[in-house]
Nanobody, 116 residues
């Protein structure tokens, strides 16, 4: 299995920026892609972005968020710019196998709060 340690969250004002980081450990040799998810208060967890053969973003974050990977360090980052109140959530990372299936154990995530 793959485990994750997310970091970088915090409190930021609307329009501000944050960069999240995630380090994967365990069966990392089986990882084909990595992704970010988030869970807002009272809502289900939702997909945010994926980095595999291509990068993909949910529509609401396109243009503001950038996902990047450092394979040598088994890390994935999420640069978040122009944050909005609706981006407030706990952010989690995940790994994908060659079939695009999630393959890791959900970590504790990192809290992002966008508020003035």
């Amino acid at each position: 299995q793959v485990q994750f340690a997310e970091s970088g969250g915090g409190l930021v004002q609307p329009g501000g920026s944050l960069e999240l980081s995630c380090t994967a450990s365990g069966s990392i040799f089986t990882i084909s892609g990595m992704a970010w998810f988030r869970r807002a208060p009272g809502k289900q967890r939702e997909w945010v972005a994926t980095s595999s053969k291509t990068t993909k973003y949910r529509e609401s974050v396109t243009g503001g968020f950038t996902i990047s990977r450092d394979n040598a360090k088994n890390m994935v980052c999420l640069q978040m710019n122009n944050l909005k109140a609706e981006d407030t959530a706990v952010y989690y990372c995940q790994a994908l196998n060659k079939r695009g299936e999630l393959m890791g154990v959900w970590g504790q995530g990192t809290q992002v709060t966008v508020s003035s």
